[in-house]
């Protein structure tokens, strides 16, 4: 979650996933998390004053955008990509993103396939070791 106070764009998919995670414990412990509040300070606290100085920073942010160029792209698939495909077209964008589900499908699978079946799954029902447990009735 702190690649979100540097460089927001870097962390959406960390954001996305914390974001689910939070929604379970939500729903599991009918309060919000520590983390989620503690990140949602951070991020009021850094992001905050750019905006009571300058207002429409996020405007003029993205209005310039940096140019897309072969040393800028640090990954083997998007160099050789744009030595292929023009990146101003569609289908760089779009094979790029098909790229990365397969990626990400060929890490996920492999992750479900090498852990054990205690860590595939995340359980936030468990109880909180702070908080003693009361006796069933």
């Given at each position: 979650m702190a690649l979100t106070l540097l460089r927001p764009q870097i962390g959406l998919i960390p954001l996305a996933f914390?974001?689910?995670?939070?929604?379970?414990?939500?729903?599991?412990?009918?309060?919000?998390?520590?983390?989620?509040?503690?990140?949602?300070?951070?991020?009021?606290?850094?992001?905050?004053p750019g905006f009571l100085f300058t207002p429409d920073w996020p405007v003029r942010w993205l209005s310039t955008p940096r140019p897309v160029f072969e040393r800028a792209l640090s990954g083997l698939i998007p160099r050789t990509l744009l030595c292929v495909v023009p990146y101003q077209t569609a289908a760089y964008w779009l094979i790029l993103i098909a790229a990365g589900g397969l990626l990400l499908?060929?890490?996920?699978?492999?992750?479900?396939?090498l852990?054990?079946?205690?860590?595939?799954?995340?359980?936030v029902s468990r109880s909180d070791s702070r908080t003693p447990e009361r006796p069933a009735r």
């Amino acid at each position: 979650m702190a690649l979100t106070l540097l460089r927001p764009q870097i962390g959406l998919i960390p954001l996305a996933f914390a974001a689910g995670q939070w929604w379970k414990a939500i729903g599991a412990r009918k309060q919000v998390p520590r983390q989620a509040w503690s990140w949602l300070f951070s991020v009021a606290l850094l992001f905050a004053p750019g905006f009571l100085f300058t207002p429409d920073w996020p405007v003029r942010w993205l209005s310039t955008p940096r140019p897309v160029f072969e040393r800028a792209l640090s990954g083997l698939i998007p160099r050789t990509l744009l030595c292929v495909v023009p990146y101003q077209t569609a289908a760089y964008w779009l094979i790029l993103i098909a790229a990365g589900g397969l990626l990400l499908d060929v890490v996920a699978l492999n992750e479900n396939r090498l852990a054990p079946a205690s860590e595939t799954t995340c359980d936030v029902s468990r109880s909180d070791s702070r908080t003693p447990e009361r006796p069933a009735r």
